[in-house]
Nanobody, 127 residues
Framework: QVQLQESGPGLVKPSQTLSLTCTVS??????????WSWIRQPPGKGLEWMGA???????YHSPSLKSRTSISRDTSKNQFTLQLSSVTPEDTAVYYC???????????????????WGQGTQVTVSS
């Protein structure tokens, strides 16, 4: 059974770049047909899909965040990472990594859209 675990700083200052890592165990991020996504949930709001990296290494981004997001992977460590630049307090959220078999068609997603989730990590943007 695949397991995902997010890691990264809990507090980031405005204008800085947020970097998060998802460590995957129980399955390879190079396995065909899977997409490895980043999703966030701001306080009091729904789940927002941010982007993904496919088994080939190709990346996909939410149109509204494309200019600020970078997704990459380290296959030797079975990890994939998210970088979100120029953060503001509006980027405060719980950030999740997840595995799915298809890319979302809309950015407002549900937990059932992905087969496996990390537990999530709280990120607060504040000076």
């Amino acid at each position: 059974q695949v397991q995902l675990q997010e890691s990264g700083p809990g507090l980031v200052k405005p204008s800085q770049t947020l970097s998060l890592t998802c460590t995957v165990s129980g399955g390879s991020i190079r396995t065909n047909f899977y997409y490895w996504s980043w999703i966030r949930q701001p306080p009091g709001k729904g789940l927002e899909w941010m982007g993904a990296i496919g088994s080939s290494g190709r990346t996909y981004h939410s149109p509204s965040l494309k200019s600020r997001t970078s997704i990459s992977r380290d296959t030797s460590k079975n990890q994939f990472t998210l970088q979100l630049s120029s953060v503001t307090p509006e980027d405060t959220a719980v950030y999740y990594c997840a595995r799915g078999v298809r890319l979302p068609t809309v950015v407002a997603v549900a937990r059932a859209d992905f087969g496996s989730w990390g537990q999530g990590t709280q990120v607060t943007v504040s000076s």
